[in-house]
């Protein structure tokens, strides 16, 4: 048993060595048509995801935290374990701290401009995951239910912030990607 923890550390500490989160410009699931708003744009300095199981209350929180942004020092990433075949329910707490006297709580923004974003997550290990919240027509992603399988291991959850004003059809695309990040997950 002992010997299986220190390879999941391992593994865990190898993929955080690894992982990356960024602002993108454009991608392969970009629609030219939509483009960022006019101005200066937020820059994520805190990235959190919250798992809270649903049968025992229990929180696991991964993180991305890169006090400058995209500057020259090395973000800070977390990684979470869940149990398998277990239900969690998932938020997020996105921040710009880049002025610690005006500090942007940008999972707000989102919520209150749905209709112009959405979270999209990827499905490791054969999750599935489910947006529970709505801009009253479509998903906003900010609210999900996850549910794991038996399915044991490691790899990373991609998280991408999508810029969609008046092309959003609840897809991840069309849509300009706002932010991206990868997360190391695991399931025991």
Do not use: R
């Amino acid at each position: 048993m002992q010997k299986s923890n220190l390879l999941f550390a391992l593994i865990l500490g190898l993929s955080v060595t690894f992982i990356a989160c960024s602002k993108e410009d454009n991608d392969s699931n970009t629609n030219t048509n939509v483009t960022l708003p006019a101005g200066v744009q937020d820059t994520v300095t805190s990235f959190m995801v919250f798992f809270t199981n649903t049968t025992d209350s229990s929180a696991e929180v991964a993180s991305y935290d890169d006090p400058d942004g995209p500057g020259p020092k090395q973000p800070n990433v977390g990684g979470v374990t869940l149990n398998k075949n277990s239900t969690y329910k998932v938020t997020f707490f996105i921040e710009d701290a880049t002025n610690p006297s005006q500090i942007a709580y940008l999972h707000t923004k989102i919520k209150n401009n749905g209709k112009d974003y959405k979270i999209c997550t990827s499905n490791p290990l054969g999750m599935s995951v489910t947006a529970k919240d709505s801009d009253g027509t479509f998903p906003i992603g900010l609210l999900n239910d996850l549910v794991t399988t038996g399915t044991l291991g490691s790899d990373n959850m991609n998280f991408t912030v999508k810029y969609q004003k008046s092309v959003k059809n609840g897809q991840c695309s069309p849509g300009v990607v706002y932010y991206s990040c990868n997360i190391p997950i695991s399931v025991q």
